[in-house]
């Protein structure tokens, strides 16, 4: 049981370049999210999918695209890349999304610079 | 909206001494709250959280949490500080979002630095 694993780990772009972070989770979970972590603002929530087929805009939403591929994955697209984009990406997942009092478990992160 | 506050964004302790995290947080319903905790290099893990019931809530690692909701806080404490409990604390609120998905609010972080 790895729980949640995201790929890569590390990943260095250019300014205007695309990539897809991945993120699979392995206990059955309903919902998923992708976060980013920005020091000193703690994570702010960019996308999640309540359940499969479904998707709904976070916090921080602009310059992303999310696809929820299946149960397992959940994958965060950037189109066209920026520096303020570079940032810790972490995934997220929750047994029942509408029950308040699930925990989130999340997965080790994908650390991005934009150059 | 929800909104978490935690005050102090480095705190040091010296081994053996009291640990003493804040959190403060604004709900217009009854709020849910959480605290998760993350070691260098690591996705965030949960500490314990609160949802109804008794108010002192007991985590992992020896540390626990009051919530008073006349003060509108959710402070985290540990009796007596051990060196792997270095690691940057957050403290969440659960929200009800439009979709049918809850979504935590997360508090901007405290580094908790040991000395030895």
């Known amino acids: 049981n790895a729980g949640v694993t995201q790929t890569p780990k590390f990943q260095v772009l250019k300014t205007g370049q695309s990539m897809t972070l991945q993120c699979a989770q392995d206990?059955?979970?309903?919902?998923m999210y992708w976060y980013r972590q920005d020091p000193g603002m703690g994570l702010r929530l960019i996308y999640y999918?309540?359940?499969?087929?479904?998707?709904d805009k976070g916090e921080v939403p602009n310059g992303y695209n999310v696809s929820r591929l299946n149960k397992r994955e959940f994958s965060l697209r950037l189109e066209s890349a920026a520096p303020s984009q570079t940032s810790v990406y972490f995934c997220?997942?929750?047994?029942?999304?509408?029950?308040?009092?699930?925990?989130?478990?999340f997965g080790p992160g994908t650390r991005l610079t934009v150059l | 909206a929800q909104s978490v506050t935690q005050l102090g964004s480095h705190v040091s302790v010296s081994e053996g001494a009291l640990v003493l995290l804040r959190c403060n947080y604004s709900s217009s319903v009854p709020p849910y709250l959480f605290w998760y905790v993350q070691y260098p290099n690591q996705g965030l893990q949960l500490l314990l959280k609160y949802t109804t019931g008794a108010t002192l809530v007991k985590g992992i690692n020896g540390f626990e949490a009051e919530f008073k909701k006349s003060e509108t806080s959710f402070h985290l404490t540990k009796p007596s500080a051990h060196m792997s409990d270095a690691a940057e604390y957050f403290c969440?609120?659960?929200?009800?979002?439009?979709?049918?998905?809850?979504?935590?609010?997360f508090g901007s972080g405290t580094q908790l630095t040991v000395l030895p």
């Open positions: 206990m059955n979970h309903n919902s």
């Open positions: 999918s309540a359940s499969e087929g479904t998707t």
């Open positions: 997220a997942s929750t047994e029942r999304g509408a029950v308040s009092t699930d925990t989130q478990y």
């Open positions: 969440a609120v659960s929200s009800i979002s439009s979709g049918s998905a809850r979504q935590l609010t």
